[in-house]
């Protein structure tokens, strides 16, 4: 059963447009979600966050919108560099607990 | 500042052996979590502590599986006897204690089971 999907396994994009990454959950309690970007051969690293109180929260090239009557979140990125090239992982908690339910990620590629 | 730091980075070992992953979390944060990812079930949380203490284990899969974390700076995660479906990326994460706080993975254990 899985709480949090990442629809889509794979991304392509060229330099300088924009990156639209996606994420729906079936849980209503989840009420704080985060994005994350990976490397190959590093851990996870976080990338920004939004609380259910907020409908969008932007970090200089990166923001995140979150729908919670669809339960879904998007990540955008503009614009798109090739150093953005990455798996991102969604991943969401509920109630202020620490457990984090990741989806599966979207590996994304920029294209030079 | 350093970052969670685990070691081994790397552990192959035979069917049967012991294998145990170390964690160092980043000074001052009060929770830590072990995760292990596959290419079948994701990243999923296998336990967590707060304060040295577990508060969540039911991700464990087994009892070959145990945790422990003697002090603030300090975390294993030991399987015994080990068998080839627990070869996965093992990664440990720690945070500020509290809901809604990111938590900063260190760079996993890649451990495969002959």
């Known amino acids: 059963d899985q709480q949090v999907k990442q629809n889509s396994p794979s991304l392509s994009v060229q330099e300088g447009r924009i990156s639209i990454l996606n994420c729906d959950y079936t849980?209503?309690?989840?009420?704080?979600f985060l994005w994350y970007k990976k490397y190959p051969a590093e851990g996870p690293t976080f990338l920004i966050s939004i609380s259910s109180i907020k409908d969008k929260n932007e970090d200089g090239r990166f923001t995140v919108f979150l729908n919670k009557s669809a339960k879904h979140l998007s990540l955008h990125i503009v614009p798109s560099q090739p150093g953005d090239s990455a798996v991102y992982f969604c991943?969401?908690?509920?109630?202020?607990?620490?457990?984090?339910?990741f989806g599966k990620g979207t590996k994304l590629t920029v294209n030079p | 500042d350093a970052g969670v730091i685990q070691s081994p980075r790397h552990e192959v070992t035979e069917m049967g052996q012991e294998v145990t992953l170390r964690c160092k979390p980043i000074?001052?944060?009060?929770?830590l979590f072990w995760y292990r990812q596959t290419m079948m079930r994701g990243l999923e949380l296998l336990i967590y502590?707060?304060?040295?203490?577990?508060?969540?284990d039911s991700g464990m899969p087994e009892d070959r599986f145990s945790a422990k974390m003697p002090n603030a700076s300090f975390s294993t995660l030991k399987i015994q006897p080990s068998e080839p479906r627990d070869s996965a990326v093992y990664f440990c994460?720690?945070?500020?204690?509290?809901?809604?706080?990111?938590?900063?993975f260190g760079d996993g254990t890649r451990l495969s089971i002959l």
């Open positions: 994460a720690s945070s500020r204690t509290g809901g809604n706080q990111p938590q900063h």
């Open positions: 849980n209503s309690m989840f009420d704080y």
């Open positions: 502590f707060n304060n040295n203490v577990p508060i969540d």
């Open positions: 000074s001052g944060h009060n929770s």
């Open positions: 991943a969401a908690s509920a109630g202020g607990s620490e457990k984090l339910v």
